[in-house]
């Protein structure tokens, strides 16, 4: 996996102590033993779940890989085709309720998502969500691949119109109440936790001095906003999207990771790192961002999109990849900016 991809992921979890302490850390408590589910297990518990919902103990299951997380089925009854995604996690239920909540307000904004039947723990000791089949494939490699990301960009705007309380992944959806973050500066401190995270680039030789100290500037300029909480994806990629041959958009995929945050910055922060310039623009146009617009935006996208590494440098010091912290560095130090001085 790409380092690309991996800091987009870190990008979507709060960051925890553990990922940055530098002293040496007292062993933690034992956790509780969770069941163990292989592959194998899991195809068996789906077909339970099929059987407990639709009464089909003959429903057709295919292995559809999956994501970090989750074992995804695909299945057919009569005429109906399912997707189940089930975690060995029971934990995982909670994200399951999330993503359901988002996908609704979602569909509300007139963004296409995959219709969500079931989410459950029951009559199977693992979390999982049902929803119908999206036909169409995976939009990375889509020849219209352009017009889809206008698209895309023209969903996220809509996203961004819907409004939310509080920020970070505890938010509408949950009723819970202390693990919430209220204001903005709540959440970059204590669930985004930006100070650490510019500690490790520092810690790691990642910017040179003056970069560090404009960036923890811009961090510190974005920490006094007061802005108003909405919906966002939190993984806003081609991977993502589903598409019909002509390149229009079917669906939205994998909600796992949105939040309540300052829009356009912390979608389009992660949207945007992977693509080509050309790509870039693409999204923006369908967003509606004028090239001023851009240029306005840019260094808070360029803070988000940083500090999204810090988590990957770490995993990369923890190792020992001396290889990979080099690479890292170039990246995060402008070598592969071929544009700008």
């Known amino acids: 996996m790409s ?3 991996v800091a987009a992921r870190e990008a979507a979890k709060p960051t925890t102590k553990r990922a940055v302490a530098a002293r040496p850390r007292r062993a933690a408590p034992a956790e509780p033993v969770m069941p163990h589910l292989d592959a194998k297990s899991a195809q068996k518990l789906a077909g339970v779940v099929f059987a407990h919902l639709l009464g089909a103990k003959g429903a057709k299951l295919t292995p ?3 994501g970090l997380t989750n074992f995804v089925f695909g299945a057919r009854c009569g005429r109906d085709e399912f997707v189940l995604r089930l975690s060995g996690n029971p934990g995982k239920l909670k994200e399951f309720l999330k993503e359901q909540w988002a996908m609704a307000r979602a569909r509300e904004a007139g963004i296409p998502v995959p219709e969500v039947l ?3 723990i029951n009559p199977i000791p693992f979390p999982y969500m ?9 939009a990375t490699h889509h020849p219209e691949r352009f017009r889809v990301l206008r698209q895309m960009g023209r969903f996220a705007r809509q996203l961004h119109e819907v409004k939310t309380s509080g920020f970070g992944h505890t938010f509408d959806w949950s009723e819970n109440q202390l693990s919430r973050k209220e204001s903005w500066a709540e959440y970059l401190q204590r669930e985004f936790r930006g100070p650490e995270r510019l500690a490790i680039l520092d810690r790691h030789g990642m910017l040179t001095k003056p970069a560090l100290k404009a960036l923890r500037a811009t961090f510190e300029e974005i920490a006094r906003w007061d802005p108003q909480p909405v919906l966002n994806h939190g993984d806003l990629r081609l991977k993502n999207v589903v ?9 939205v ?3 796992e990771f949105c939040t309540s945050n300052a829009a356009p910055y912390w979608d389009l922060s992660l949207a945007l790192h992977d693509l080509s310039v050309d790509a870039k623009e693409e999204l923006l146009a ?15 996208l360029r803070v988000f999109n940083v500090l999204n590494y810090a988590r990957v440098v770490e995993g990369a010091a923890e190792e020992g990849d001396g290889a990979k912290l080099e690479r890292l560095r170039a990246r995060l130090h ?7 001085f």
């Open 286 to 300: 369908g967003y509606g961002m004028t090239g001023r617009e851009v240029m306005e935006a840019a260094p808070a």
């Open 253 to 255: 995929l994998d909600w």
């Open 3 to 5: 380092a690309t991809t």
């Open 130 to 138: 049902v929803a119908r089949k999206v036909a169409g494939t995976e």
């Open 243 to 251: 598409v019909d041959a002509e390149g229009e958009v079917a669906a």
């Open 334 to 340: 402008g070598a592969l900016d071929l544009y700008a």
């Open 64 to 66: 559809l890989g999956g």
């Open 118 to 120: 079931e989410v459950g």
